[in-house]
């Protein structure tokens, strides 16, 4: 990873630091950077052939089915809005109030929003119970999606995405998983999960050249209107405004210059984590996380969020709160005096985070705790030392 000496980082779950991987591929590429698409010259065909490897090691790191799409986006944000822009006519969403906001806030009204669910069971109960009301009322034939994340970015309790999916199935439905934050801490085969689409960022995953990937099933994607109208999302323009042929395959979605760096840098990144033992990067990682939360438990004031059972499967993430204390004075303190960095607020899902909150004061019985709360992530740059120094900071500073 790349970084800066003395600082500690504690916020992968925003903003990731950048692989050497993804660095140096960008670097290799740019004295050949050209046009996508749209050129015969040796630069822009390196580069056409540079964005469509990236497509397919991608993909392949996705666990993409033949006949899936791979689309480019910004980030997860945009890939699920364009996911919401394709759905077909009088499709149904089904999702929860415990979602991230971007896939939380892109879905039509109408949306069913469950309620948090307080375990993994009880998720799939209230899909399996939605979907069965749903197809009473729709009289069994609308177009319905489900769409859950993978890993909270509050919590980083992963969900169950493979049961999800099968109840998803088993009532005719699609399933789309935002995979923003499970994607950089497991392995991530839409196959094997039968997930109908994944959205990723390249941010989150140590390519952070303003890239995402929304990966799936092709047929609702040709359907829809291009996400953007412009250029590379048409076969043909007429001399009429309205008589356009648009492109089939990711091309419909992708109008404009694509980010062919931001593609590169993500694709490395997919190669290299696939070369790398991922089961020895998670025992690692989930062995500094129950230094974590083992240590914040330990100090008396200080307070985990969580939705499910304190033992529930989870990421390389923790949200907490120290009870009588501002929890953005704790972050400014803590990379001012100590050079640590990490996250304080409602973390882009306020529905949960305030829900979390509320519980933790119940369980804790603190009256005092405050209304927003810290959260230190880690990932594959990540120390034992690190982690001890924000445990030693956050008893000094309590």
Not at 45 to 64: C, H, K, M, N, P
Not at 199 to 206: C, D, E, M, P
Not at 386 to 397: F, G, M, P
Request: proline share 6%; glycine share 10%.
């Amino acid at each position: 990873m790349l970084g800066v000496p003395g600082q500690v980082n504690l916020d992968y779950a925003a903003t990731a630091p950048c692989a050497r991987a993804a660095a140096d591929a960008v670097a290799e590429l740019l004295p050949w950077y050209g046009s996508v698409h749209r050129g015969a010259g040796a630069l822009s065909r390196r580069s056409t052939l540079a964005y469509e490897r990236a497509r397919q090691d991608v993909g392949d790191f996705l666990g993409v089915r033949a006949g899936d799409h791979v689309v480019f986006t910004r980030n997860t944000t945009d890939a699920l809005n364009l996911l919401a822009r394709a759905l077909p006519p009088g499709a149904r969403v089904v999702t929860f109030a415990a979602e991230h906001h971007a896939n939380l806030l892109p879905w039509p009204a109408g949306t069913v929003r469950l309620p948090v669910p307080g375990s993994a069971g009880d998720a799939v109960r209230a899909v399996d119970a939605a979907l069965r009301e749903l197809r009473r009322g729709s009289g069994g034939g609308a177009p319905i999606l489900v769409t859950v994340t993978g890993a909270s970015n509050v919590t980083g309790e992963c969900w169950p995405v493979a049961e999800l999916a099968r109840v998803a199935h088993r009532h005719g439905a699609r399933i789309a998983l935002d995979a923003a934050q499970l994607a950089p801490h497991a392995e991530l085969d839409i196959t094997a999960l039968a997930v109908d689409y994944v959205a990723v960022s390249g941010h989150k995953l140590y390519a952070p050249f303003g890239i995402g990937v929304l990966a799936g099933r092709a047929d609702w994607l040709d359907a829809a209107p291009p996400y953007l109208a412009g250029g590379g999302a048409t076969l043909g323009v007429g001399a009429a405004t309205h008589d356009v042929r648009w492109a089939d395959g990711p091309g419909r979605h992708e109008a404009g210059t694509p980010n062919l760096l931001g593609a590169v840098a993500l694709a490395a990144v997919c190669a290299a984590l696939s070369e790398a033992d991922r089961d020895a990067l998670y025992a690692h990682e989930q062995a500094l996380l129950t230094r974590l939360r083992s240590g914040l438990a330990a100090l008396p004031d200080v307070v985990e969020l969580r939705t499910f059972d304190a033992d529930a499967p989870r990421v390389g993430i923790v949200s907490f709160v120290v009870a009588g204390r501002d929890s953005a004075t704790v972050a400014a303190d803590l990379a001012q005096h100590w050079q640590i960095g990490l996250r304080d607020g409602l973390f882009c899902a306020h529905p949960l985070a305030r829900r979390l909150l509320a519980e933790a004061a119940t369980r804790s019985g603190r009256r005092d705790l405050p209304p927003t709360a810290l959260r230190a992530s880690i990932g594959l740059g990540s120390t034992a030392a690190q982690v001890d120094r924000l445990l030693t900071a956050l008893s000094a500073i309590r």
